[in-house]
């Protein structure tokens, strides 16, 4: 029984390390790449999340965590221009080759997805080619590529949703006459693409591909929302501004608890500094007023598709009496963010168990920083990260948010647990003295 016990331990001893390595294990791409392409030793698969050209740093985003990566100017690149075109192509597909070079993932070779050469130009269809079909086309069937949350928080209006990762699981969207107009968007990456080929090859004798997608739709046009991401977002204080367009002696009878009854002509002041806060309209006005608001340059406007009427009758939250008028909207903070006003608290006095971290370079540091901040550069974040202690309170800024946030990934990466980072411009001025603004 002994040999037993101890061949058991031994063999569990032996495995323990291929166990742990299969438990820590990131996926080394997106899901959606995942439906078309197999991992490969030394390739990441995601869309770009951010670049920084001042440490030669990029974020890619694979959904289920953020990868970051150097490149030089050995680094080759694909389907785009050069290195600094990158820049025009955040949160779209590109696949990055690596090396692992004194423990960072050094890019080779960074490719965009280009899925659009797959198309002909004719099946390629602009923002006035979508409005024309949509006027003309009454069988017109849009198709949102999106994943369903995205869906749920603005979509072009009649829009279906089927996601490219489960195009395969949901053809029963897709109408039984093969001959009916297809149009296809998501963000302008190559989700609708990949969905416009695959119905291609289901027979569709009628697709189009709307290229700019999303970013391009939401410069001057309005989107739709699910009413349950107007019912949710209600009960978990999601940060949005809720806007009855109906008259306010109607309005103040019944109408979507926290809604507000606002004078358009005379409060753009007070609306927020962020042109991309979620505007949500509902009421007889609403395309009316939805257009005032777009034409002020915010992109964020969105009609809920149904009346009082209807969203008090589904049992949703509705309240009587006066409305506000006066709109307050905080954003919600990225996860692993510090605020503002605790920075800037910092900033004066440093608690004993924190560490304020600045990962410009040397030379940014010396012109001003946070008095007491310790200089750790992004670009010698992961080869000289055990110079800092674990355990203590860690905050890093730099002069954007940009190279914090990445610093923060890395080092979240290294098992660090008590870290944030300040998501914000940072200017300092002669005196030693500092200013934060945010979006």
């Avoid at 008259?247 to 809604?259: M, P, S, W």
């Amino acid at each position: 029984m002994k040999n037993v016990v101890g061949i058991i331990v031994t063999s569990v001893f032996l495995l323990l390390p291929a166990l742990l390595f299969a438990v820590e294990a990131k996926p080394t791409m997106a899901p959606l790449c995942a439906g078309c392409h197999q991992p490969e030793t030394g390739v990441l698969m995601g869309t770009l999340d951010n670049i920084s050209y001042k440490a030669d740093t990029l974020q890619l985003d694979l959904v289920s965590h953020k990868e970051i990566i150097r490149f030089d100017e050995k680094t080759r690149v694909k389907n785009v221009a050069s290195l600094e075109e990158l820049k025009i192509y955040k949160n779209r597909a590109f696949t990055v080759n690596f090396v692992m070079r004194k423990g960072e993932k050094l890019a080779t070779a960074i490719t965009r997805f280009d899925v659009l050469k797959a198309l002909k130009p004719e099946e390629k269809i602009d923002k006035a080619g979508l409005k024309k079909l949509m006027a003309e086309k009454k069988n017109l069937v849009i198709v949102d590529a999106r994943p369903v949350p995205r869906y749920d928080e603005g979509h072009i209006p009649g829009a279906i949703v089927m996601p490219a990762a489960a195009f395969d699981k949901q053809v029963d969207k897709l109408p039984k006459d093969k001959s009916t107009p297809l149009v296809f968007y998501c963000v302008g990456g190559c989700s609708s693409p990949l969905s416009g080929v695959k119905a291609k090859s289901l027979g569709y004798t009628d697709v189009k591909v709307y290229v700019g997608g999303m970013p391009d739709w939401v410069k001057s046009e309005y989107t739709t929302v699910t009413p349950s991401y107007l019912k949710n977002g209600l009960a978990q204080g999601l940060p949005l501004v809720l806007v009855d367009t109906r008259a306010r002696t109607v309005a103040e009878q019944g109408h979507i608890t926290g809604a507000l009854s606002l004078d358009l002509e005379n409060t753009r002041l007070s609306f927020p500094r962020q042109k991309n806060a979620p505007i949500i309209l509902y009421g007889d006005r609403s395309p009316e007023a939805a257009a005032t608001v777009i034409a002020w340059g915010y992109t964020g406007v969105k009609l809920l598709p149904m009346t009082y009427a209807q969203w008090q009758a589904a049992g949703n939250p509705v309240a009587t009496g006066a409305l506000g008028t006066a709109i307050v909207y905080v954003p919600k903070a990225k996860p692993g963010t510090v605020s503002p006003e605790e920075f800037t608290k910092l900033g004066k006095t440093i608690s004993s168990d924190t560490d304020v971290i600045d990962v410009r370079y040397g030379d940014e540091y010396a012109a001003g920083h946070v008095p007491g901040a310790k200089n750790f550069p992004l670009e010698d974040m992961a080869e000289h990260a055990a110079e800092i202690t674990k355990g203590r309170k860690l905050v890093l800024y730099c002069d954007t948010g940009m190279r914090a946030e990445m610093a923060y990934n890395i080092l979240k990466d290294k098992g660090y647990t008590t870290v944030r980072f300040l998501d914000g411009t940072l200017t300092f001025e002669k005196d030693g003295s500092f200013g934060v603004t945010t979006d």
